[in-house]
């Protein structure tokens, strides 16, 4: 302690506020999620594949020249080469530009049908939690009611009464129930928001409910609704997948991964080719879009701020 | 807990009585009529025979009063369109049992090794048997059934020589069609009962117990174990419902007799009654397993039942 | 010469974070006498709690980690050279803690009498009979009514307060030598507090088991402790026995804690003191002294040089420049002296 001068013993002025300011930067909810998701390299992974399968669904059925309808009786069920890479199918047709004109279809049903079901079940789900009491009681009512018919019932009759098997009916039939959950799920985050104590105490301070809804609520029911939407894509893609497959699905000359996948399956054993490609878009779709869903929760769930 | 079971049991009746209501207008509302379709082409009288027998000649409304009559007194829903003289009910009942055979079958398996895997990963956290896991679950969730399928019948019917591709007849039949069925069911579960050991291993009690000295064994046994699988029965209503769903693609595939094949059959065969009979029939199933987990989950968890004697 | 249960020495304890290591215990000795209260007394997050699950090794790690030279002695034993068998027989027999929150702190599926049995049975070597009648004994113990029909009772039917008596019980179910108690009473309402700290008093008397307080509240602490260890940023600040802390303390963040205890003594026009600021971030190296930042006392000597170690009397000690002799005089804030008078 000798070296110590005495100088060094003069009172220092306090400046409390000093000890206030943040020593790390400040960041927001979204920058914060942003950050943890870009460490999330499955999660990084997933968008890239995504966003190459979006981008090839768009230009791929021109690629290699072939149309996807084109029938050609002297290359049939053709191997994979250089000049149809992913080889020909019984009718001679590319299965390359077919593989991307069903993608088409597929993202456009899993993207649409995620959309519509977001807005009715946000919407519904809104009204009721907004309101509570009885028109939520009611309202729930009518969900439980619709949540327990089996989908693929409701997607079946609307199927055979219409007569028709257009992208239109197919999406149509496939939101009819299927904003239900959507629903359920943004109205019990409202509650739940709605109860939590930092809204009452931002209530008290007389913040406007303008301002605690789009600062409250919204970013807290939007995060759960981005992860269900996640999960819903590829949910509707699956459904389509099994609408396809059990001769409900689109018509041709249209077509979609579903479909080609079960077209090919009678003739698994001998042209494998002809599933594995559809297959492999369907399980590398379904892969993305889970891995990102499961990273966009960690990423979203505040809990997990540090 | 009383006054809660007869509430649920009434919903579920106004649930099954609104999928009657809808199915049948459904059926009706289709352009001409149910039998438009195939009776086209007969002749004249034969035309007129076949509406007197299924009372197509009567108004809508007194159709649909002795629908409902036929089934809440005698369970019965007519007789098929396309096979004459082959009453639904009966066709439903006796193929319902190859295809409850074949999903409990899978269920039950799928359950029980999704859990095991589930909370082995969850122990296991970032280390290989997790990753192992959550590879077979990410599968199973991404790869829809009728690859699967493909796949198995490919690798053990066509490589191997093991087993059947098709048909139905003894256990051996079953061991394809189960697995891939289960597939869905483990990958859903492993992943459900990762994320619930997980969030359970973080609760304060645990904490309890391990400052008790309850052995690292013990903790996940007796406190762990209880604690993330209860969550797990209410995933049972829609893991039921997959099953339905599998049904149908499965049992095509592998030529099954089952209830689900017969359905698909009868809706590109535009079979009516069938339709309508069996549509009820799978809501009714689904509705009421529904129920009893529902029920089940109260049993199971104290706070619940408790919550309900008040 | 009394009896040394426990010996903590140099612990440290960091936490491995996205945005990089917290150290959150830097480097703190102390001992604990048999049948002795020690009270851990500081703002959240300065360790205390940390502190608490080292010993018991209830830290998960990662991301928790227990840095190399920490040591901890119990009866002449390392507690973090433990093998897995030697630390389920050390955890409830030899140490068991309580905990902040009684609500989560009970396993919601299982019943109090189980999980009060579960501890005798693993301890004791009892069997399911003498086990319970053990567990009726417990209950009765803590004052829990009807201790008969409340075994069978499942956490969620009783009240807060009801909850941390069952907590109690089953902490010392096997007379453990060392009890800690992490906020026993800081999520319970004032007049339960009460009740539970006469219930723990009691019960050291009787078990003559030896006590961890960790809490925030001084006034938990007055009635209560022997020794007290005021802790800040990780590090103990000031030590000594309950009076010389409350009569003679000399660290600036010692009176600090002691002048916002609102007395009955305060005339009405006096606000009660607060102290500004907000403690140090730990994932930032500290240099000097931590509190300096938020210290009426600052010299620059605090914001350069970490301060020594100061012994005052056998039992009291304290870290701050103040104590050196360059140091102006600084005399003890005028609420906290005279109090001796009281």
């Known amino acids: 302690m000798e070296g110590i001068s005495k100088d060094k013993f003069k009172k220092v002025p306090m400046d409390v506020s000093k000890g206030d300011t943040m020593a790390r930067p400040r960041m927001g909810y979204w920058q914060d999620a942003w950050r943890r998701l870009k460490t999330n390299k499955v999660a990084m992974l997933s968008i890239i594949v995504l966003l190459t399968l979006i981008i090839m669904t768009i230009i791929g059925p021109h690629l290699n020249g072939y149309s996807y309808k084109t029938v050609d009786p002297s290359k049939v069920n053709m191997k994979p080469n250089s000049e149809h890479w992913f080889g020909t199918d019984e009718l001679g047709r590319d299965v390359f530009s077919r593989v991307w004109q069903a993608g088409r279809i597929s993202m456009i049903i899993g993207i649409l049908g995620a959309i519509i079901d977001t807005i009715i079940g946000c919407i519904y789900g809104g009204i009721a939690a907004y309101f509570g009491g009885k028109v939520d009681n009611i309202m729930m009512r009518i969900v439980e009611i619709l949540i327990s018919i089996p989908y693929l019932i409701v997607v079946i009759l609307i199927s055979i009464v219409t007569e028709s098997r257009s992208l239109g009916t197919m999406i149509l039939s496939l939101t009819l129930t299927g904003w239900c959950g959507m629903a359920r799920l943004v109205r019990g985050q409202m509650l739940q928001v709605k109860q939590q104590e930092y809204i009452m105490a931002a209530e008290t301070l007389g913040v406007s409910p303008w301002k605690i809804i789009t600062k409250h609520l919204i970013p807290n029911v939007l995060g759960i609704v981005i992860v269900a939407i996640t999960f819903d894509i590829p949910g509707y893609i699956f459904a389509e997948t099994f609408l396809s497959y059990i001769g409900l699905g689109v018509q041709p000359p249209n077509t979609s991964w579903g479909a080609l996948a079960s077209a090919a399956q009678q003739n698994f054993i001998f042209y494998p080719h002809q599933m594995f490609f559809p297959s492999l878009m369907i399980a590398l779709t379904m892969l993305s879009f889970t891995l990102l869903g499961d990273g966009l929760r960690d990423a979203l769930d505040p809990k997990l701020r540090q | 807990m009383g006054k809660y079971i007869v509430k649920r049991i009434g919903y579920m009746f106004l649930t099954l009585f609104i999928i009657m209501t809808l199915t049948f207008f459904l059926m009706h509302s289709i352009p001409g009529d149910p039998l438009a379709h195939m009776a086209k082409k007969l002749p004249e009288q034969i035309r007129l025979n076949y509406y007197e027998k299924y009372g197509l000649n009567k108004p809508v409304i007194v159709q649909y009063g002795k629908f409902l009559k036929n089934i809440f007194t005698k369970g019965d829903f007519g007789e098929s369109l396309r096979y004459p003289g082959r009453p639904v009910t009966d066709t439903i009942l006796k193929h319902a049992k190859i295809s409850g055979k074949l999903g409990f079958q899978a269920l039950f398996i799928g359950v029980t090794i999704g859990i095991v895997l589930g909370i082995v990963a969850a122990l296991n956290r970032n280390r290989w048997p997790d990753y192992l896991v959550m590879f077979i679950a990410i599968l199973g969730v991404t790869v829809p059934v009728f690859i699967i399928a493909a796949l198995l019948q490919y690798v053990f019917t066509v490589k191997l020589e093991l087993l059947p591709t098709f048909g139905w007849g003894d256990f051996k039949h079953t061991i394809l069609p189960t697995i891939a069925m289960c597939f869905g069911s483990i990958a859903t579960y492993a992943r459900y009962m990762r994320s619930n050991v997980l969030e359970v291993i973080n609760q304060d009690y645990i904490l309890t117990a391990q400052a008790k000295g309850v052995s690292p064994f013990n903790v996940v046994r007796k406190h762990v174990f209880r604690n993330a699988i209860l969550p797990a029965i209410t995933i049972l209503g829609p893991q039921i419902a997959g099953i339905f769903t599998g049904s149908f693609v499965i049992e095509k595939i592998f030529g099954i007799p089952g209830l689900g094949f017969y359905y698909v059959s009868a809706i590109n065969d535009r079979d009516y009654t069938m339709i309508i009979g069996t549509t009820i029939f799978f809501a009714a199933l689904f509705v009421f397993s529904q129920l009893i987990v529902d029920l089940l989950y109260g049993v199971v968890d104290p706070r619940i039942r408790v919550s309900n004697d008040k | ?342």
Not at chain 3, 6 to 28: C, D, M, P, W
Not at chain 3, 73 to 79: M, Y
Not at chain 3, 114 to 120: A, R, V
């Open chain 3, 1 to 342: 010469m009394v009896e040394k249960i426990l010996e903590v020495k140099n612990l440290q304890v960091s936490f491995h974070t996205y945005a990089g290591e917290v150290r959150a215990v830097r480097g703190i000795d102390f001992d604990l006498d048999k049948g002795e209260t020690l009270a851990l007394v500081g703002e959240s997050g300065c360790g205390k709690t940390v502190t608490a699950k080292a010993i018991m090794r209830l830290l998960k790690v990662p991301p928790a980690e227990i840095k190399k030279g920490s040591e901890i002695i119990f009866n002449g034993e390392d507690v973090l050279k433990m093998s897995k068998k030697r630390l389920s027989s050390f955890r409830g027999e030899d140490i068991s803690m309580i905990f902040q929150d009684p609500m989560t702190s009970l396993n919601p599926t299982m019943t109090i009498g189980n999980q009060i049995m579960e501890s005798l049975k693993i301890h004791k070597k009892l069997n399911k009979k003498e086990a319970e009648k053990e567990a009726i004994k417990l209950l009765e113990l803590v004052n829990i009514p009807n201790a008969k029909e409340r075994i069978k009772s499942f956490p969620h039917q009783l009240s807060g307060g009801m909850r941390q008596r069952v907590m109690i019980a089953i902490a010392l179910s096997c007379n453990p030598k060392i009890l800690i108690a992490d906020e026993p009473t800081t999520a319970l309402d004032v007049t339960i507090q009460a009740q539970i700290l006469d219930l723990l008093k009691e019960l050291k008397k009787e078990f003559e088991t030896a006590i961890i307080l960790v809490t925030h509240d001084l006034g938990v602490v007055a009635n209560f402790a022997d020794k007290i260890q005021v802790m800040y940023a990780g590090q103990v600040v000031e030590r000594g026995t309950r009076d010389e802390i409350f009569y003679n303390s000399m660290h600036p963040y010692t009176w600090a804690l002691l002048s916002s205890v609102p007395r009955l003594n305060t005339k009405g026009k006096e606000e009660l003191y607060a102290l500004g600021g907000t403690p140090p971030d730990l994932i930032l190296p500290l240099k000097g002294c931590p509190f300096s930042s938020r210290c009426e006392h600052c010299m620059e000597i605090c914001l350069e040089e970490k301060p020594e170690i100061t012994k005052l009397s056998d039992t009291h000690s304290l870290s701050c420049w103040l104590q050196h002799p360059y140091a102006p005089k600084t005399e003890r804030p005028a609420v906290l002296r005279g109090e001796r008078d009281e």
